[in-house]
């Protein structure tokens, strides 16, 4: 317990002061259903999908019933479920940045599921995930959790403006054209102000890191390897960080940005985001968007992202509970629900042709580009583990783009910090 009192603190150091909380352990129940509390993130689309889940499978059978409990976005989760496990109240079920399953289950916070997985007598079929979704759900060997909402990185871009330009209605394929078009599709007022731009780049506590993580990767670098080892002083990464900060600073083509608003009110051209942003984004738009993969440099590849669901429960009955609730969340309807309903990729065999998958892709093929872009993915990087380590990362990317810090120094202060994070909370 000293250990998570010791990793709450830094956790809380790094996303800010944490809010009067009470704990939400679910209520056990002598008779009737068993009664467990599930904990989510996300808003819209993929928050709308997780309650319609929630409330299938408590239609579905009467042994079980879950509270579905929003937590705030991931990173309010994370503060959160700290609190919850140095007060010893938790929920049974959470919703968790795939990054996070190393960070909670090497200190014994997360259920391990190999137990679960071995006297199941279900047509439940672990083999059936994609094994590129599985690998972040295990820790040192053993299963802690099982892919849910799982994405990868994509470039959303604005087919209307780029016409407008004289530029094709697609994305650009490498990074070079990316700053090209970027500069094609920028206009500036009578006195030189930009007024529209091509690029916002995001700037998120949450996401900032994965979108630098896969453009790295495209140049042929690393952030880290999974030992630990960080690359960040190596040439692809100085090479994509002075490419992204000469866009903002000597083409001022692009600008850093918080949220979709800007790309969908027409500030910018193009915007990073999840696949998982696919719903909203083709909804809300008043104009074409086309989701493409992220520009490569060297090669096409990705960082894996997205939500796994892992289970936090003390209780043996409501493990077994627990477990009956991933399995049902996880299973090819369900996940074709959630495809469907949001946008993120499919995480299973039988998922990825289950009827309602394909008759969708078949219908809306632009869509499809979340299972293409699946065969270019890794992990994300070791260090996004840390508990820290995100947001040393978000720090990064503003000393680039917002205080015009030269790479090379900004990369070696970056290393140092997250050095210091790792020998500090986590070796």
Known sequence: ???????????????????????????KASEGPVNIVYWRSLTGVAGEAQENLVARFNESQDKVQVEAQFQGAYAELLQKLLAALAAGDLPDLVLLDSPFVTLFAKDGALVNLDQFVKKDTSDFDLKDFIPGLMQDGYYDGNLYALPFMRSTPLLYVNGDMFADAGLPRRAPKTWDEFREFSKKVTKVDASGQPIQQGVGFTMSKTS?????????????????????????????????????????????????????????????????????????????????????FLPKQVKNLVPVGGSVIAMTSTDKKRQEAAWEFMKYVTNAKSNSHIVIKTGYMPVSKSSMTYPDTVQYFQDNPIRKV??????????????????????????????????????????????????????????
């Open 1 to 27: 317990m000293k250990k998570f009192l010791i990793l709450s603190l830094v956790v809380l150091c790094a996303f800010g002061t944490l809010p009067i909380w009470a704990g939400a352990t679910a209520e």
């Open 208 to 292: 900032a890191h994965w979108y630098f993580q896969g453009a790295v990767y495209s140049f042929g670098g690393l952030v880290s390897d999974e030992k630990f080892g960080i690359h960040l002083t190596e040439d692809p990464v100085i090479k994509l960080a002075t490419l992204w900060q000469d866009m903002v600073f000597k083409d001022k083509t692009a600008i850093p940005s918080n949220s979709h608003d800007d790309f969908l009110n027409k500030k910018v051209a193009m915007v990073f985001g999840s696949t998982g942003s696919m719903g909203n984004l083709l909804n809300r738009a008043d104009f074409e968007v086309v989701p493409a």
């Open 370 to 427: 979340a299972i293409d872009q699946l065969e270019f993915t890794r992990p994300q990087a070791s260090v996004i583990s840390l508990g820290k380590g995100t947001e040393i990362l978000r720090q990064m990317i503003e000393k680039l783009l917002i205080g015009n810090m030269d790479p090379k120094k900004v990369m070696e202060e970056t290393t140092a910090d997250l050095l210091k994070e790792y020998n500090d909370s986590f070796k």
